[in-house]
Each structure stands twice: as C-alpha cells, then as structure tokens.
C-alpha cells in the first residue's frame, strides 16, 4: 500500500469526520464572504442614501462593526472545528506516530 493509498482509505473511513469539518468551515466562510461582498458592492459603498445623514452614517458604521463581529465568530467558529475534528482523530494520530508516520 502505498502513501497515496493509505491517505484516500483514511479519508474515506472517515467521511463523516471530513464531510462535517469541511462543512462547518465551508458555511463559516460563506456566511463571512457573503456580508463582505454586500458591505464592499459599489452600490453601498461610502454613505448609505438615507433621508437623514445621521441615519446613514449610523448605517455605514453599522455595516463595518457587524463585519467584525461575523470575523470574529467565523474566527472562532472554525478553531473550534479544527480543535473537535482533532479531537475525533487523536487516537488514530497516536497510532500512526507510533508507527512512525
């Protein structure tokens, strides 16, 4: 068996492992790009067209703290995946250490 082999037959018994990390980091990264592309469009890009300048300025900072706050929950949403699938896999790790992998 080669590396190669080995590498596919360990992703492939372990798809419920994989599918679920990739998942949660894949919808992560949406959602974050997803409110980066709507907070960067040309369209609502400067001073957001409101009656009031108050009200758009309030809009525009709203836009910019919200980007924040969706970075610092997909942030640690995703080191949260990375550290359960880890944990899923520690023993399996010890294993192939054991072995010399």
């Not at 949660?24 to 040309?42: D, E, K, N, V, W």
């Not at 929950?73 to 010890?94: A, H, Q």
Request: charged residues 10%; glycine residues 6%; hydrophobic residues 50%.
């Amino acid at each position: 068996m080669t590396f190669r082999q080995f590498a596919f037959n360990n992703i492939f018994r372990n798809k419920r492992t994989y599918a679920a990390h990739f998942l949660s980091s894949a919808f992560s990264i949406m959602i974050f790009f997803t409110y980066a592309l709507l907070l960067f469009h040309p369209d609502l890009q400067g001073e957001l067209k409101s009656t009031s300048a108050t009200i758009s300025a309030f809009g525009t900072l709203g836009f910019s703290v919200s980007q924040g706050l969706i970075f610092v929950f997909s942030f640690f949403f995703i080191l949260y995946s990375v550290s359960s699938f880890l944990k899923t896999r520690k023993k399996e790790f010890g294993v192939l250490m054991m072995q010399g992998m």
